[in-house]
């Protein structure tokens, strides 16, 4: 069946038109569907930043504090963030590690934080006294 092709008068363009340009970013999950082996921790970040809060990383230095998003502080113990990549460093959830965590300014002393790491060495009830809500990577870590 051959259709009948539309002109620029028979549609009422007035003109304009345009285009968007994205830059890509690093991928994140391998064909599996898992987080890939040696993934930045910009992407990292910027991924999980987006996927919690639907709005882009807005950050300018590298921190594991990403930011803060109705009164909620997402910090990413990830890939050293903290100069450590031990077991016991930066990227497993201790009261050490908690200590030094850098606070936002929007942050109150004990404000609602979503903290993402290896794993933590806090028992549940130290995180709920902290108000902090621990999600474990890679399995915390969704796609959508």
Same mark, same amino acid.
């Given at each position: ?18 285009? !968007?340009?994205?830059? %890509? +970013? ?8 898992? $987080?890939?082996? #040696? @993934?930045?921790? /910009? ?18 230095? !590298?921190?594991?504090? %990403? +930011? ?8 990413? $113990?990830?890939? #050293? @963030?903290?100069? /450590? ?60």
């Amino acid at each position: 069946m051959i259709r009948d092709i539309k002109t620029i008068e028979d549609v009422n363009w007035a003109g304009g038109s345009g285009f !968007k340009f994205y830059r %890509l +970013g690093e991928v994140i999950f391998n064909e599996n569907g898992s $987080l890939r082996e #040696g @993934i930045s921790f /910009d992407a990292l970040a910027s991924h999980i930043w987006y996927g919690d809060t639907r709005q882009s990383l807005q950050q300018s230095a !590298k921190s594991p504090l %990403l +930011g803060v998003h109705n009164g909620v502080a997402y910090y990413l $113990l990830y890939n #050293g @963030i903290l100069g /450590d990549k031990r077991p016991n460093g930066g990227n497993v959830l201790t009261s050490k590690v908690l200590s030094i965590l850098p606070l936002h300014p929007e942050d109150p002393e004990n404000g609602k934080k979503v903290i993402y790491g290896e794993t933590s060495r806090m028992g549940e009830a130290r995180l709920k006294s902290e108000n902090i809500i621990f999600k474990q990577i890679p399995y915390d870590v969704k796609g959508r």
